[in-house]
């Protein structure tokens, strides 16, 4: 039971994590007005949809686990996968 509650609160870490991962670089490029590298960008956006990811597929076990239908947080991991898939195409 203690990893429902301790697998809740990290997939909410990893979503604040993904957030600030995508945050703090347009902020950066705001005020400095200095651009980033395609590559630097491109591996922001891939550890951010990592992360989500990542608390999605902890998301699914904990709900699998309560015994509720888990089809709406397969479908999101899948369309996450692909969007990895098309963004690094």
């Known amino acids: 039971m ?3 509650v301790v697998g809740t609160n990290l997939s909410g ?3 604040v994590l993904a957030t600030l991962i995508i945050i703090i670089p347009i902020l950066i490029v705001l005020i400095s007005n200095k651009e980033f590298s395609p590559f630097f960008s491109k591996i922001t956006i891939s ?3 990592l992360c989500i990811e990542i608390g999605l597929l902890m ?3 904990i709900i699998k686990k309560e015994g509720k239908s888990i ?3 397969i ?3 899948i369309e996450f996968f692909i969007s990895i898939d098309l963004e690094n195409t």
């Open 2 to 4: 203690d990893f429902l």
């Open 13 to 15: 870490v990893l979503y």
């Open 47 to 49: 550890a951010s949809i």
């Open 59 to 61: 998301k699914t076990f």
């Open 71 to 73: 089809a709406k947080n």
């Open 75 to 77: 479908g999101c991991v």
